[in-house]
Nanobody, 123 residues
Framework: VQLQASGGGLVQAGDSLRLSCAAS????????MAWFRQAPGKEREFVAS???????NYHHSVTGRFSISRDNAENTVYLQMNMLKPEDTAVYYC??????????????????WGQGTQVTVSS
C-alpha cells in the first residue's frame, strides 16, 4: 500500500485545514485508516482512526474540532481540522492497517505510512 498525504500548511489559530491521504496498491475496503501526528521532540501521537464501515475513534484533544472521513470509492481518507490551536502544530501522517474492523489507536498495528505533511498553527 502506498499512501500520499497532502493538505498541510501554515495557518493562524482558529483557522481550518483539510488533510487528504490517497491510498493505492491494494483493496482499500477492509483496511483501517488513521491519522497520527508528531511534534518536534515528542513521540508520534494518535489523532483519529476510521474503519471501512465508518466506525471512528478520536484522541480526546481533538474531539469536537477534528473530523475523520473516508471515500472508499476514491481510496481516500480525510481529516478536517477546525478551530486549530498552536499545540496542533506537528507533522501529520496517515496510516493503514489492513485486516481490522475496529478503530485502532496503537501505531504498532499500522503496517503502512504516508510521508507526512506539516501543519503549523501560529498564535
Amino acid at each position: 500500500v502506498q499512501l500520499q498525504a497532502s493538505g498541510g500548511g501554515l495557518v493562524q489559530a482558529g483557522d481550518s485545514l483539510r488533510l487528504s491521504c490517497a491510498a493505492s496498491g491494494r483493496t482499500f475496503s477492509g483496511t483501517v485508516m488513521a491519522w497520527f501526528r508528531q511534534a518536534p521532540g515528542k513521540e508520534r501521537e494518535f489523532v483519529a482512526s476510521i474503519t471501512s464501515s465508518g466506525s471512528i475513534n478520536y484522541h480526546h484533544s481533538v474531539t469536537g474540532r477534528f473530523s475523520i472521513s473516508r471515500d472508499n470509492a476514491e481510496n481516500t481518507v480525510y481529516l478536517q481540522m477546525n478551530m486549530l490551536k498552536p499545540e496542533d502544530t506537528a507533522v501529520y501522517y496517515c496510516a493503514a492497517a489492513p485486516g481490522y474492523n475496529r478503530p485502532l489507536r496503537s501505531p504498532t498495528l499500522y503496517n503502512y505510512w504516508g510521508q507526512g505533511t506539516q501543519v503549523t498553527v501560529s498564535s
